[in-house]
């Protein structure tokens, strides 16, 4: 591709609101543009990084016996109420009505189409195991998208699903999407960690994701050095150990002026953290009032909460006048005295006597507070998040937190979608089984954000050979000084092209001054730089520049040649 015929534009100056390498990058260097909150185009440079990604992505589902496919972006709102999404799911998920007044919605994700796939073909047990993918469009309503490509409204997943006879089955087919995963990310250069994870709206009874450690990840990762314990904090349990057993003290109300946070009353009463209780107010989707209590020295965990109530729809923090509508108080408040609300208690608050509670009163504490005596819990469950250098559950050594991104995810669904919608096939016994399923999924987008992520330095991106849109950039300068130096280049670009698209090179054949075609080529981080000038010509042939390590030398123009027509690794 001639540099000069590209769609594309490079930017001077960071734009203002991009805060991640990646999202400054890619938009610096021409690879995609926003449309919108959460939607980018990817220009033709993006587009062929984003193919590049899903060709590696697919030979590796291949090797698993993966069968691609295609299924619709727009779905019939009927086939999601039958799992019970349609209403379980928020406005992340699109709706509209069709011409003829029908629901419809904007595929999320597509369990649903599969489970009613499988009943309409699978017949009998001879048809399983299979296992089906495709690359299709999906929207989310996200709420707050960020980070460029890393969270987005409208993106391209590959989305694979394992189908299977029983559970034996799909834990053969969970276990080689992991392995396959594992290669997809080496591949793509991103050192990624997998870890243990809530289901979520997948559902089902295992999901691991696959994490790329960044300080902008939104996700907190709980990591054991010692044995190599991974979890999302989400699921990890809380493992601070209860105090010794005390005498019950009688309650004793203290005025705490001002102390409306947990910092500001253990400093004022002169006590640690540990010894006062937190509330934590919410509503969840079913409009039940639920109050969680906590340590003062943990935070509440909402996945942790959600689960232990089955709040489907979620949770949203409760406003203040619902709070004192069931007899608390928003910074002094407790279960002590409430009224209609479900009343969800810490497993280590159970364990811990004689804590500073709220009043339900502005102004007040009470000393002294004990779970069973002073207040009935409706729930005990772990709902609290895991510290820094908290015990590691699996072999007690100090934990560490780190931020991380989600870069791929497996699902082990079982019948849950089956089942809803009867999708079964008669066994070898005579009898009729559901269907078991797995489902599989990576972000190609951000994916692509991710390695550049992992792959920048201060000049530009640094692309990995393996997903590069072209293999090297040819720069032409001093053809005023030599006219060799246009022949040379323009038979090294037609050697590419007479390869095949695979080793085509981006050729830079514009009319600007060496110094601009240079920083182009660091920003736009292909991985080999061939420079034919006078002087490389009058040293042997082209300057090759390896973009990752900055190495140069000069190589024959045969040699080169070879490169480019496939015949050798590398130009240098």
Request: glycine share 10%; aromatic share 6%.
């Amino acid at each position: 591709m001639r540099l000069s015929n590209l769609f594309f534009t490079t930017l001077r100056d960071d734009p203002a609101d991009a805060e991640m390498p990646s999202h400054r990058l890619l938009l610096r260097a021409g690879y995609v543009r926003q449309l919108g909150a959460g939607i980018y185009s990817l220009l033709p440079l993006g587009f062929r990084v984003s193919k590049r990604v899903e060709q590696v992505i697919r030979e590796e589902l291949n090797a698993i016996g993966g069968q691609e496919m295609e299924m619709p972006v727009v779905h019939p709102a009927d086939l999601w109420r039958e799992t019970g999404r349609y209403d379980a799911i928020g406005p992340e998920m699109a709706r509209f009505k069709d011409r003829g007044d029908r629901d419809m919605v904007l595929a999320m994700t597509h369990e649903e189409v599969v489970a009613d796939l499988l009943r309409d073909i699978v017949r009998s047990y001879r048809q399983l195991p299979m296992v089906i993918y495709h690359f299709q469009t999906k929207f989310r309503d996200e709420p707050r998208s960020r980070g460029g490509l890393i969270r987005v409204r409208e993106f391209v997943m590959k989305d694979s699903y394992s189908c299977d006879r029983d559970e034996a089955g799909l834990d053969v087919n969970y276990w080689a999407h992991h392995r396959a995963y594992t290669r997809i990310f080496e591949r793509l250069g991103l050192p990624a960690i997998p870890v243990s994870s809530d289901v979520g709206m997948m559902g089902g009874s295992l999901a691991h994701e696959f994490m790329f450690l960044n300080p902008a990840g939104e996700d907190v990762l709980v990591l054991c050095e010692a044995c190599g314990y991974a979890a999302n904090r989400q699921v990890a349990p809380s493992t601070t150990a209860a105090p010794g057993p005390e005498d019950l003290l009688p309650m004793e109300e203290v005025h705490t002026p001002d102390a409306t946070t947990i910092d500001a009353l253990a400093s004022f009463l002169g006590v640690p953290t540990s010894r006062t209780a937190k509330a934590f107010f919410v509503v969840a989707g079913d409009g039940r009032f639920i109050v969680a209590i906590v340590r003062g020295d943990h935070d509440v965990n909402e996945t942790k909460l959600v689960n232990a109530v089955q709040a489907k729809g979620g949770i949203r923090p409760a406003q203040v006048e619902e709070i004192l509508a069931r007899g608390m108080q928003a910074g002094y408040g407790s279960p002590i005295g409430a009224r209609d609300a479900v009343v969800v208690v810490d497993s280590l608050v159970a364990q811990s006597p004689n804590l500073v509670a709220g009043a339900n009163k502005p102004g007040y504490h009470i000393l002294n507070t004990n779970l069973g005596r002073d207040y009935q819990a409706d729930l005990v469950a772990d709902i609290s998040n895991v510290r820094e250098g908290d015990a590691c559950p699996k072999c007690g050594g100090p934990v560490i937190l780190r931020n991380g991104i989600e870069i791929g995810n497996i699902f082990k669904l079982g019948t849950k979608y089956t089942k809803a919608l009867g999708a079964e096939y008669l066994g070898e016994d005579g009898e009729r089984h559901p269907i078991v399923m797995g489902s599989y999924g990576i972000g190609l987008g951000r994916n692509v954000a991710c390695i550049v992520e992992a792959h920048h330095d201060e000049k530009g991106i640094v692309w990995p050979a393996e997903v590069a849109p072209y293999p090297a950039h040819l720069v032409a300068i001093g053809a005023n000084k030599d006219p060799r130096v246009t022949e040379v280049a323009e038979q090294l670009y037609a050697a590419a092209a007479a390869a095949g698209d695979a080793r085509q090179i981006l050729f830079d054949d514009r009319d600007d001054s060496p110094g601009v075609k240079f920083t182009d080529a660091e920003l736009l981080g292909m991985p080999w730089l061939l420079t034919v000038s006078p002087r490389s010509l009058a040293s042997g042939g082209v300057e090759v520049t390896e973009r990752a390590t900055g190495a140069r030398s000069v190589r024959s123009i045969e040699h080169v040649t070879e490169f480019l027509e496939g015949r050798a690794a590398t130009p240098a």
